[in-house]
């Protein structure tokens, strides 16, 4: 079945950019007419969010770089960089997305630079192309060379995406302070957000050292941050003696690594509703002491 809104455009200068090598590769199988050639230049992607696997859709285009966009649930920097190649006859790859903090799952419409094949070879292909907007997977699309207005013709059948995995190793992440075991953390392994957690956490999704949480958030979403998706700490080191070990409240040398004196409100502490420990500028101390209680028979 044809599609009757078969809309063009001009051709636009598109250039070739080689990628890192790591990433997700568009794989589509193709059925073309008289076209020799084809890229595409503009894809609207839809990305599940990594935090919330909320959908949302960004449209990258060929040679902008990176294009960056909130998760329309979260709020969470979704960013993207698409690498677009060439596509020929038998060539079923069109193009690598490099994301960060979502994933690809659909491509819902695109548009795709074609070039005719009953043209000279050698000659301006720019004369001899034309962009198809608004192609979708299953459509039958169809145009007309502007030099020899032969009829090109394009469906995408299917796309697929297929996960590249690195070509390099990842590096061992290496931590800003060396661990001396027997030497205490810097400040005891406190830190401006929490005055009385003395230990630093091991993140497993990067396997680096910070002094909690808020921390950790900060380095990775900085301008050098690798902004990857935060997970929770399986192992800390004890702030007084610099030994690493499993989360827990109390060190392998006895001492306490979150808990201060006489302060039931810690990193991870369950606060207090005993209204004698209670402060006695605590709202809370005094709620309902003048109610007077009625007993049922």
């Known amino acids: 079945m044809h599609n009757s809104a078969n809309k063009t455009l001009?051709?636009?200068a598109f250039t070739q950019q080689a990628y890192p090598g790591v990433g997700t590769s568009i794989v589509a199988e193709l059925e073309?007419?008289?076209?020799?050639?084809?890229?595409?230049?503009?894809?609207?992607?839809?990305?599940?969010?990594?935090?919330?696997?909320?959908?949302?859709?960004?449209?990258?285009?060929?040679?902008?770089g990176t294009t960056r966009a909130p998760c329309s649930k979260c709020g969470r920097l979704l960013e993207i960089e698409f690498y677009p190649e060439y596509v020929y006859p038998g060539k079923k790859k069109m193009g690598t997305l490099v994301t960060r903090n979502g994933r690809c799952v659909d491509i819902p419409e695109m548009t795709v630079q074609v070039t005719c094949a009953k043209c000279v070879p050698g000659e301006n292909t720019s004369a001899s192309s034309m962009q198809m907007a608004g192609v979708r997977p299953g459509e039958h699309r169809l145009g007309k060379c502007p030099t020899c207005y032969t009829e090109l013709s394009?469906?995408?059948?299917?796309?697929?995406?297929?996960?590249?995995?690195?070509?390099?190793?990842?590096?061992k992440p290496v931590d800003k302070v060396k661990?001396?075991?027997?030497?205490?953390?810097?400040?005891?392994?406190?830190?401006?957000?929490?005055?009385?957690?003395?230990?630093?956490?091991?993140?497993?999704?990067?396997?680096?050292?910070?002094?909690?949480d808020i921390?950790?958030?900060?380095?990775?979403?900085g301008p050098d941050g690798d902004r990857h998706v935060p997970e929770?700490?399986?192992?800390?080191?004890?702030?007084?003696?610099?030994?690493?070990?499993?989360?827990?409240?109390?060190?392998?040398?006895?001492?306490?690594?979150?808990?201060?004196?006489?302060?039931?409100f810690w990193e991870g502490g369950k606060g207090v509703r005993n209204t004698v420990a209670l402060s006695k500028k605590d709202s809370?101390?005094?709620?309902?002491?003048?109610?007077?209680?009625?007993?049922?028979?």
Do not use: D
Not at 158 to 168: C, D, G, M, N, R
Not at 215 to 221: L, R, V
């Open 32 to 64: 073309t007419g008289s076209i020799s050639l084809l890229a595409i230049t503009t894809a609207t992607i839809a990305m599940a969010c990594k935090k919330c696997t909320h959908q949302t859709v960004i449209a990258a285009t060929h040679n902008i």
């Open 10 to 12: 001009p051709p636009v």
């Open 179 to 212: 661990l001396s075991p027997g030497e205490p953390l810097p400040e005891t392994g406190t830190c401006k957000h929490y005055k009385k957690s003395y230990r630093w956490l091991r993140f497993r999704c990067c396997g680096r050292l910070f002094p909690c």
């Open 284 to 297: 809370k101390k005094y709620k309902g002491a003048g109610r007077q209680k009625t007993e049922k028979h």
């Open 232 to 264: 929770m700490a399986a192992r800390m080191v004890c702030g007084f003696c610099s030994r690493e070990q499993n989360v827990g409240e109390t060190c392998l040398c006895g001492k306490g690594t979150t808990k201060g004196k006489q302060n039931p």
């Open 154 to 171: 394009l469906r995408i059948r299917k796309t697929l995406f297929v996960v590249e995995l690195a070509s390099e190793k990842k590096k």
């Open 215 to 221: 921390c950790h958030e900060e380095e990775i979403n």
